[in-house]
């Protein structure tokens, strides 16, 4: 009997012997909502169905409370288990003891899991300034990579700032895994579009103003009037500006904006489908970003993006690039200046900048193949 793939359709149950054991349990956030992780959960199945054929997929909730109940289930029925990607190394979002990062797994139960563990792609996401993990966090991240065939973080600075928490034995198998929607235009070709070597002038401006005081200290006010007054000249020069929400706390640029009389049209994208996610950045040449997956998305789509530095991993995504030109850290005095510059020289150097985003693709594309085999042998070793 032929597989089935039903990676989109959430919490199905059909008989496991229709699937040759080809069966994976996916933690992760199922359900529309940050627009960012609503796409990448679903490209990380897209990703192991593309390259290794396709799964029968199990979605398990992320958040939900790991039970002795779900262990058992989980070692009678499934052939591994693979958590994220996305920012889950944070202590608070989906607070918990039992394991102080976002999968509430206890180390006594995570002890119990008998199948193979992969870790796909996750990050380290404490923000500048941010208080360190509970106690518990050393212990059960230690347990977590002795336990998995693959471990991997979605930058070489998550890698660096996990390495403390570890044991020297367990460094090693800490392995670059670069986020599956920077990869998004081999997964998806068929939605790539040419808008921007086409010369189209519009841009996307996505701001996150949540966790105020790490992001902006006491600055908040000068900061955001900086990138209003860049979004100004930008509408000025002929640009179409396009406020991407991707959670309810973006916002708030709103009134800063208003100020400084710019013209744009606001896109909600949070709880929004993942195609109509995809497909929205498809189509949008420049995308100025302050989430995460405000500048990888577009950038898997082969689009152009400047990152606003306010939280360190935007900046480790450009290094693990080599485009480290395209970011502007909040830190600075001169925000404004740096914007209008830099969209200059985008609009000016579009097929250079085209180039550029195609060969640091293509460089993360096959770093993923290789941990993709990587992993086939590790499943196939486990058993």
């Known amino acids: 009997m032929r597989n089935l793939k039903i990676s989109d359709i959430p919490l199905v ?3 496991i012997e229709m699937f040759k054991g080809k069966y994976l349990a996916h933690f992760g956030l199922h359900k529309p909502g940050n627009a960012g992780d609503t ?38 029925k499934s052939k591994g288990i693979v958590i994220g990607g996305g920012g889950l190394l944070l202590k608070d979002t989906n607070p918990n003891q039992k394991s102080g990062w976002q999968w509430s797994c206890s180390i006594e139960q995570l002890k119990q899991i008998e199948v193979p563990i992969i870790v796909f792609a996750i990050g380290y996401n404490r923000f500048r300034g941010q208080n360190d993990f509970d106690p518990v966090f050393q212990e059960h991240i230690q347990e977590t990579v002795r336990r998995s065939i693959f471990f991997g973080l979605r930058n070489h600075g998550s890698i660096r700032s996990l390495k ?30 040419n808008c921007f070597e086409d010369g189209k002038r519009q841009l996307t401006l996505n701001m996150s103003i949540d966790r105020r005081q790490l992001r902006f200290g006491i600055r908040e006010d000068e900061i955001l009037t900086s990138i209003a007054r860049a979004m100004k000249w930008a509408m000025q020069e002929g640009w179409e500006i396009n406020l991407a929400i991707h ?11 208003i100020q400084e009389q710019v013209m744009f049209r606001k896109v909600e994208l949070g709880g929004k489908p993942a195609q109509e996610v995809l497909d929205f950045y498809s189509k949008m040449p420049l995308t100025i970003g302050m989430r995460g997956h405000s500048q990888m998305i577009p950038f898997g789509m082969g689009n152009a993006i400047i990152s606003l530095i306010s939280h360190d991993k935007l900046a480790y995504f450009l290094e693990d690039i080599n485009h480290t030109e395209w970011g502007i850290d909040l ?20 097929s250079m900048v085209k180039m550029q985003i195609i060969n640091a693709q293509k460089i993360l594309w096959n770093t993923t193949v290789q941990n993709i085999e990587m992993i086939k042998i590790g499943l196939k070793e486990y058993r």
């Open 331 to 350: 830190k600075s005095q001169d925000i404004e200046e740096q914007l209008v510059e830099k969209i200059k020289f985008i609009d000016e150097q579009r």
């Open 247 to 257: 959670c309810p706390g973006d916002n708030n640029i709103e009134p800063w904006l």
């Open 39 to 76: 796409l990448l959960f679903l490209a990380v199945r897209k990703l192991f169905d593309q390259t290794n054929g396709s799964y029968y997929w199990n979605l398990e909730q992320l958040w939900d409370e790991i039970t002795d109940k779900t262990i058992k289930r989980l070692n009678k």
């Open 13 to 15: 149950k059909l008989p």
């Open 164 to 193: 403390p928490y570890l044991d020297s034995s367990l460094v090693q198998k800490l392995n670059f895994q670069p986020c599956p929607t920077t990869l998004l235009s081999y997964l998806y070709p068929e939605k790539v579009d």
